[in-house]
């Protein structure tokens, strides 16, 4: 997730995404993706079978985005996953269920609500 997000991120800033992921590794990275969200609460998970993760929202949904393929993936359910798992403390915890938030998590759920409600293309 994280150094997905890394790669295409840095491959975007120099200009060569195009240059280096070929038709063929970008639709399987996209596919990769997408294949992250999970049903049980619309989050997104790094690796099979963990849990679903605040901090995934924008590591995944950050690289669908410079992709410009976030339309595959479901923001509605993604969106609503992160804000439950908005505690009463402040902040966000990592996992949806109840348990303490940290800065880290707080940070990168914002993130992706911010993506979530940017409308304009990436690039």
């Known amino acids: 997730g994280g150094s997905t997000y890394c790669v295409v991120a840095s491959l975007v800033l120099m200009g060569r995404l195009d240059d280096v992921l070929t038709p063929s590794w970008k639709s399987d990275l996209i596919q990769w993706c997408v294949s992250r969200q999970q049903t049980d609460h619309g989050g997104l998970h790094g690796r099979p079978n963990k849990s679903e993760d605040t901090c995934y929202s924008y590591w995944i949904g950050g690289a669908l985005q410079l992709?410009?393929?976030?339309?595959?993936?479901?923001?509605?359910?993604?969106?609503?996953?992160?804000?439950?798992?908005?505690?009463?403390?402040?902040?966000?915890?990592?996992?949806?269920?109840?348990?303490?938030?940290?800065?880290?998590?707080?940070f990168y759920s914002l993130a992706w609500l911010s993506i979530a409600n940017d409308n304009s293309s990436s690039q």
């Open 67 to 106: 992709l410009d393929f976030q339309h595959l993936i479901d923001k509605e359910a993604l969106t609503q996953f992160v804000l439950e798992c908005q505690t009463d403390m402040g902040g966000f915890s990592k996992l949806y269920g109840g348990t303490y938030p940290d800065l880290l998590h707080s």
